[in-house]
């Protein structure tokens, strides 16, 4: 089993809809989990982090983090052509020290 | 804005040559990271600095890979010999502190490596 797994995609919404980005873990243990947004040929750019359980709103972006599930998702609302991207999740594991991240999802805005 | 530097952008090499990487993490940050992303994966841990010591190398083939960052500052990444399973994307990242729930990388631009 991976440490972190996302569906690779390509997640495809249309312009305007909100796109789902889900991500599930498998260290009970870890504390906190990260979503980058990463642009084909370009580094990864940190969108937000979550830590306690719940939603995280940021503009456009809620994070949402259940541990007893172990899985952490982003939500993108009025999704853009320009939020085309590969969103990965990253969670922070070995005892807080490492961050893994997962194979990331293409999500594609069409108009 | 600080950034963190990584310098070539793109390097072609031949296998069995030698190449480095270079990284400048944003001023003050003492953890510095080196990753490997392949195409279609994630980036991958290569080795993680505190200042000038290793707190992770677990997964740098250390027989071909080296990493230092003597004065606790800037890094460099090497590779000899290079093989054709080394073309990937080499990405730097720095942060301020690790281990905390706040914890936050930044990356730099990344070099990516085509080895022919």
């Known amino acids: 089993q991976k440490e972190v797994e996302q569906n690779s995609g390509p997640l495809s919404v249309p312009e305007g809809a909100i796109a789902s980005l889900n991500c599930t873990y498998s260290d009970r243990g870890s504390q906190s989990f990260f979503w980058y947004r990463q642009y084909s040929g370009k580094s990864p750019e940190l969108i937000m982090f979550i830590y306690s359980n719940g939603d995280k709103e940021d503009g456009r972006f809620t994070a949402q983090l259940n541990k007893a599930s172990q899985y952490v998702s982003l939500l993108i609302r009025d999704s853009q052509p320009s939020d085309s991207a590969t969103y990965l999740c990253a969670v922070l594991t070995g005892g807080g020290n490492k961050l893994t991240f997962g194979t990331g999802t293409q999500l594609k805005v069409e108009l | 804005e600080a950034e963190v530097a990584q310098s070539p952008r793109y390097k072609i090499t031949e296998k069995s040559q030698a190449v480095a990487f270079w990284c400048d993490p944003i001023s003050g940050h003492a953890t510095l990271y080196w990753y490997r992303q392949i195409l279609g994966q994630g980036p991958e841990l290569l080795v993680q600095f505190q200042d000038e010591s290793v707190v992770d190398d677990s997964q740098l083939p250390k027989d071909r890979f080296s990493a230092e960052r003597l004065k606790g500052v800037d890094s460099t990444l090497k590779i000899q010999p290079a093989e054709l399973g080394d073309s990937a994307m080499y990405l730097c990242?720095?942060?301020?502190?690790?281990?905390?729930?706040?914890?936050?990388?930044?990356f730099g631009p990344g070099t990516r490596l085509t080895v022919t």
């Open positions: 990242a720095s942060s301020l502190i690790f281990g905390t729930p706040s914890y936050e990388q930044y």
